[in-house]
Each structure stands twice: as C-alpha cells, then as structure tokens.
C-alpha cells in the first residue's frame, strides 16, 4: 500500500547552516505535498509537487520532485530560529483518496 | 471565517467510554479525514471520506467509526475498543480527496484514563 519513508527522524543544526529533508516511496507518486507543524500546533501546507522533476522555491525553501516520481526532497537554506518544527511530506495519490504522511523530520536550530 | 474546527481541544475519559470528537467544516470541501498523532510519531490515517455519505478505513481504524451524514461534518468516535486511545487527533478537509492542499483543525488532545 501507499507508504512514504522520511528521513532523518531528528537534525539539530547551528543558526544560518542548511537543512535537508528526504522523502522517498517505493511506488509512483501522482504527487507529494508538504506540510510544516509548529511544536504544539497542526500541520501548514507548505507545497504540492506536481511534475517530474519539478523544482519550486518559496524563499529559503527549496522544494524538489525526483524525475521517477518516487522521491522528493525539502532543502532550507540558512536556517533561522522560525524554522523549528517538523515537517511532513505526504502521499497524495489521487486514485485511493487517501492522504499519507511520513514519519516528519523534526528541525532544532540552536542560536 | 472559514476554517475547520476542532472540538473540545481537550478532552479527558475514563477507560472503557466511548468519545465523540467533532469536526466541522465550512470550506465546502468534499474530503475529509481523521489522523492520530503520538508523541514524536507522524500521522496516521484512522478514516478518510472522498464525499458525503461515503468513507473509508485507513491504516488505523480498529477501535474507530466515522459518519459523514453532512458535507461539512466527519465526527470520529473513539470507542472502547480502542486499545490505546489517548494521543492528539487532527481532523483535515480538501478540496479534492489526495489532490489538493489539506487544512487541519487545531486537533483534539485525548487523554483516557
């Protein structure tokens, strides 16, 4: 069934270094979306991958598709304190209506 | 104001009740759907509904029902069978189930004792 793998679980990063977050499914995906949950709050919408390939930029954010359509990938450039929080990628495979998230990288960025 | 609405935000039972969490929805969406999220764990799929009238088990839905009798409402039951209910329920609406953007309520904190 629809399963996508996260990782890693955990990253602390120093103030101003980069972070990475990897998602990957061992079947297609019609599309990944990505979602930011602040500690003690719900999950944001953050994008929606669409295409193969695909590459979106929202600030220090880079969101990326792979060309198979099995993995995606958040790069956030310059971390700053308002990016703590953990942060999903989800399955949105249209055909079962279901909405699969990963397990979440959670984000600490030391000052 | 739309949104989606979670209520109560807290809730505390004792083992063997059943609860009734409510969500409702003014966004005119037509899916809706119910994750459990445990401490440092994603979230998981209990129940998912694609329109009114209809819904589907997800991953987790042992212990669990759902109705859709209305488009703008999915109350999840958690029932005594439920072998370990207490967790953080978030509800979520889209427009198009698996297509389009998810918005969560602000999630429902279930402690069962």
């Known amino acids: 069934g629809q399963q996508v793998m996260q990782i890693p679980q955990y990253q602390h990063v120093q103030e101003g270094e980069d972070f990475t977050t990897y998602c990957n499914s061992s079947t297609t995906l019609s599309n990944i979306q990505w979602y930011k949950q602040r500690p003690g709050g719900h999950p944001v919408f953050l994008i929606q991958l669409v295409k193969s390939g695909e590459v979106k930029k929202q600030k220090r954010l880079t969101f990326q598709f792979g060309e198979a359509k099995k993995n995606s990938s958040l790069h956030i450039t310059a971390t700053q304190t308002t990016d703590v929080g953990t942060y999903f990628c989800?399955?949105?495979?249209?055909?079962?209506?279901?909405?699969?998230f990963g397990q979440g990288t959670t984000l600490q960025v030391k000052p | 104001d739309g949104g989606i609405t979670q209520s109560p935000k807290y809730l505390f039972r004792k083992e063997g009740q059943n609860v009734t969490l409510s969500c409702e929805q003014n966004l005119n969406h037509d899916a809706m759907y119910w994750y459990r999220q445990d401490p440092g764990q994603g979230l998981r799929l209990i129940y998912y509904?694609?329109?009114?009238?209809?819904?589907q088990k997800g991953d987790i839905a042992e212990g669990y029902s759902v109705s859709r009798e209305k488009k703008e409402s999915f109350p999840l039951t958690v029932t005594s069978a439920q072998k370990n209910p207490t967790a953080f329920y978030l509800c979520?609406?889209?427009?198009?189930?698996?297509?389009?953007?998810?918005?969560f309520g602000q999630g429902t904190r279930l402690t069962v004792v």
């Open positions: 979520a609406s889209s427009r198009l189930a698996g297509r389009t953007e998810a918005f």
């Open positions: 989800a399955d949105g495979s249209g055909n079962t209506g279901k909405l699969i």
């Open positions: 509904s694609q329109i009114v009238n209809d819904f």
